[in-house]
């Protein structure tokens, strides 16, 4: 089945230990997303890819990392300098930035720092 | 600054009531316009969708959505619940400019009481 894939699912990490999560789409698309979800907050954006090799600062990118070798592959690095890391991740991918808006989302991992 | 508000974060609602959710934004130019639903459980995904045309929308499983531009609004409708419609909903925008990044109100969660 076509779709995003995230993992891991549950994560929990110490503080000062960088972690990474990994999303894989298999749908052949250009844009890959990454969102934080916080209660009461709605979705808040990361940073976002439209091609490979080229990404952008979102709106809260501080304390975090990314990377797009890959077409399909778009993993987020939560650094030790992320102040409040403990959330919900919502990785998502559209055919192409600037299309109608329409987002495919995987099924979310969920960090909590100890 | 561009926003979306959603009016209710909680509703409770018995099973065959009706249901509005609203949604407004703040911002002049054209806009997209989707609500996403996040079940129980499960990835977001795309409940209907606005782009032009005929103001009132049909989406999945019996749910609408009105546009009224003058309004800045594009609230969700269903004239019936069910319990199995016990759910988080995110209304979303997407400014058609230059930016095309997608931003969102800070969701409903519906309760559906058999």
């Known amino acids: 089945d076509g779709g995003i894939t995230q993992s891991p699912k549950y994560l929990f990490r110490k503080e000062g230990q960088n972690v990474t999560l990994s999303c894989e789409q298999n749908?052949?698309?250009?844009?890959m997303y990454w969102y934080r979800q916080d209660p009461g907050q709605g979705l808040r954006l990361i940073y976002y890819?439209?091609?490979?090799?080229?990404?952008q600062k979102g709106d809260i990118a501080e304390g975090y990392s990314v990377s797009r070798e890959k077409k399909e592959s778009f993993p987020l690095t939560v650094t030790s300098a992320q102040k409040n890391p403990t959330a919900f991740y919502l990785c998502?991918?559209?055919?192409?930035?600037?299309?109608?808006?329409?987002?495919?989302f995987g099924e979310g991992s969920r960090l909590t720092v100890l | 600054a561009q926003s979306v508000s959603q009016h209710n974060h909680h509703v409770i609602l018995s099973e065959a009531a009706s249901l509005e959710l609203g949604c407004n934004y703040s911002y002049g130019g054209t806009v997209n316009l989707f609500w996403y639903v996040q079940y129980p459980g499960q990835h977001l995904q795309l409940l209907l969708k606005?782009?032009?045309?005929d103001p009132l929308v049909k989406g999945i499983k019996g749910f609408e959505a009105e546009f009224i531009k003058s309004k800045f609004s594009f609230n969700l409708r269903k004239p019936s619940v069910q319990w199995s419609d016990t759910a988080e909903y995110f209304c979303?925008?997407?400014?058609?400019?230059?930016?095309?990044?997608?931003?969102w109100g800070a969701g409903t969660k519906l309760i559906i009481k058999p």
């Open positions: 606005y782009f032009s045309g």
């Open positions: 979303a925008v997407l400014p058609m400019d230059s930016n095309y990044q997608l931003i």
């Open positions: 998502a991918s559209s055919p192409w930035t600037g299309h109608d808006g329409e987002l495919f």
């Open positions: 890819s439209q091609i490979v090799n080229d990404f």
């Open positions: 749908l052949n698309h250009d844009a």
